[in-house]
């Protein structure tokens, strides 16, 4: 067959083509070499959009598209793989369930929209039960009367190789509501939602309580004393009402982006995106009494899990100098530093007064697993 405009690159192969592109052929560049965000910008490169039906692509929280009513359309897509991003050996299905919603609204959250429906698509292997199976969506259904959201779809497939969860959401809102990643100036008050780095000491401790009874199947795990914490990882929330708080106090941030990967992974996408550097007060990184605890027993330094932990699904913003009032008052919402010239990096003003650039590490699918 020719090729024509249309499968033009897309020639029929003649043979197997098993292996040709895989990782042993010292010709080919793995993965790792790139990283999650090298890799999607690589492949982002091959899409422009149209922008009669797109308003923004790749690149944010959510996109968003062209809708003939006020209101724009957003989508956000995540995938959940067992082993990658959840260890069935410590959380319920149900919570589960609940967690790949939340994590998806998030998205849709931290583009100051409010989200109205979300599609499931799930492959499991033959270890999962129809009771296991329900449970899973008993924890998606709470989640969705919780936030108002419809389920209206999606796929089942079986897998190889345990439970993959994709979670697709939508939402609306106006094109004067929406914030972007790349709306923040010099000098903006950077701003965050909760606290910081729970989730991550809930995982420590989850992990840590697993070795031991993997070793010991009579001992029960000690969980007493870290309810928070472990709530944090297994049901965290999204925060709508931040959302609602922004439209009743007429707020509309300049720049935004929910917490997944970690504050400082996510500053640094806020900076690069905004074409700024920003300097945050250690001092003023909200962190809840439990975190610190955990973060002493492992002999990790408090900061380095507000920084680098992630799943808080917090909202990290900024808005403008004349703004402040505004969200000095509003509870849950702590101001942790200013946007700056780009030229001056991404810094942490520690307690002891110096000034220390911010490594932009967060969770790497490709950099940390290889
Ligand atoms: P988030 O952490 O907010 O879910 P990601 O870091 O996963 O965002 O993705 C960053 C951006 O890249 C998003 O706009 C997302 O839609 C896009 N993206 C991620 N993976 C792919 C892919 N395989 N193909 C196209 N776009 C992708
Ligand atoms: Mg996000």
Same mark, same amino acid.
């Given at each position: 067959?020719?090729?024509?405009?249309?499968?033009?690159?897309?020639?029929?192969?003649?043979?197997?083509?098993?292996?040709?592109?895989?990782?042993?052929?010292?010709?080919?560049?793995?993965?790792?070499?790139?990283?999650?965000?090298?890799?999607?910008?690589?492949?982002?490169?091959?899409?422009?959009?149209?922008?009669?039906?797109?308003?923004?692509?790749?690149?944010?929280?959510?996109?968003?598209?062209?809708?003939?009513?006020?209101?724009?359309?957003?989508?956000?897509?995540?995938?959940?793989?067992?082993?990658?991003?959840?260890?069935?050996?410590?959380?319920?299905?149900?919570?589960?369930?609940?967690?790949?919603?939340?994590?998806?609204?998030?998205?849709?959250?931290?583009?100051?929209?409010?989200?109205?429906?979300?599609?499931?698509?799930?492959?499991?292997?033959?270890?999962?039960?129809?009771?296991?199976?329900?449970?899973?969506?008993?924890?998606?259904? #709470? *989640?969705?009367? $919780?936030?108002? =959201?419809?389920?209206? /779809?999606?796929? !089942?497939?079986?897998? &190889?190789?345990?439970?993959?969860?994709?979670?697709?959401?939508?939402? #609306? *809102?106006?094109? $004067?509501?929406? =914030?972007?990643?790349? /709306?923040?100036? !010099?000098?903006?008050? &950077?701003?965050?939602?909760?606290?910081?780095?729970?989730?991550?000491?809930?995982?420590?401790?989850?992990?840590?309580?697993?070795?031991?009874?993997?070793?010991?199947?009579?001992?029960?795990?000690?969980?007493?004393?870290?309810?928070?914490?472990?709530?944090?990882?297994?049901?965290?929330?999204?925060?709508?009402?931040?959302?609602?708080?922004?439209?009743?106090?007429?707020?509309?941030?300049?720049?935004?982006?929910?917490?997944?990967?970690?504050?400082?992974?996510?500053?640094?996408?806020?900076?690069?995106?905004?074409?700024?550097?920003?300097?945050?007060?250690?001092?003023?990184?909200?962190?809840?009494?439990?975190?610190?605890?955990?973060?002493?027993?492992?002999?990790?330094?408090?900061?380095?899990?507000?920084?680098?932990?992630?799943?808080?699904?917090?909202?990290?913003?900024?808005?403008?100098?004349?703004?402040?009032?505004?969200?000095?008052?509003?509870?849950?919402?702590?101001?942790?530093?200013?946007?700056?010239?780009?030229?001056?990096?991404?810094?942490?003003?520690?307690?002891?007064?110096?000034?220390?650039?911010?490594?932009?590490?967060?969770?790497?699918?490709?950099?940390?697993?290889?």
């Amino acid at each position: 067959m020719e090729a024509n405009c249309e499968n033009a690159g897309i020639v029929p192969q003649s043979g197997f083509v098993i292996n040709r592109s895989m990782k042993g052929n010292e010709n080919l560049t793995p993965v790792s070499a790139l990283g999650e965000f090298g890799l999607i910008e690589r492949l982002s490169g091959k899409f422009a959009i149209n922008p009669e039906k797109t308003i923004r692509g790749i690149g944010d929280d959510a996109a968003v598209l062209q809708n003939s009513g006020e209101k724009k359309r957003l989508l956000s897509t995540d995938i959940l793989i067992e082993g990658v991003h959840f260890d069935l050996s410590f959380i319920p299905m149900q919570h589960l369930g609940y967690k790949a919603i939340v994590a998806n609204l998030s998205d849709i959250c931290a583009m100051n929209a409010v989200p109205d429906a979300v599609t499931v698509s799930i492959a499991m292997s033959n270890r999962f039960s129809v009771e296991a199976i329900e449970s899973l969506y008993d924890g998606i259904a #709470l *989640a969705c009367k $919780k936030y108002g =959201v419809d389920l209206v /779809g999606g796929d !089942t497939s079986s897998s &190889v190789s345990g439970l993959v969860i994709s979670v697709t959401a939508s939402g #609306l *809102a106006t094109e $004067k509501e929406i =914030v972007y990643r790349d /709306g923040a100036g !010099t000098n903006d008050l &950077v701003c965050v939602t909760g606290d910081l780095g729970a989730a991550f000491a809930g995982l420590k401790i989850l992990q840590r309580e697993k070795t031991v009874f993997m070793n010991n199947p009579d001992i029960q795990p000690e969980l007493d004393g870290y309810e928070y914490v472990i709530e944090r990882n297994m049901k965290p929330e999204a925060r709508t009402e931040t959302i609602d708080l922004f439209r009743e106090s007429k707020i509309v941030p300049g720049s935004m982006i929910d917490i997944s990967d970690g504050l400082a992974s996510e500053l640094h996408h806020l900076c690069r995106g905004s074409k700024t550097g920003a300097v945050i007060y250690e001092e003023k990184i909200p962190m809840d009494a439990q975190t610190k605890e955990v973060a002493a027993e492992f002999n990790l330094p408090a900061m380095t899990l507000a920084l680098h932990g992630g799943e808080d699904y917090e909202l990290l913003f900024t808005v403008g100098l004349e703004d402040f009032n505004k969200v000095n008052h509003l509870s849950g919402i702590h101001i942790i530093g200013h946007m700056t010239d780009p030229g001056e990096g991404v810094r942490l003003m520690t307690r002891s007064g110096g000034l220390v650039e911010i490594a932009s590490s967060g969770w790497d699918h490709f950099r940390e697993v290889e």
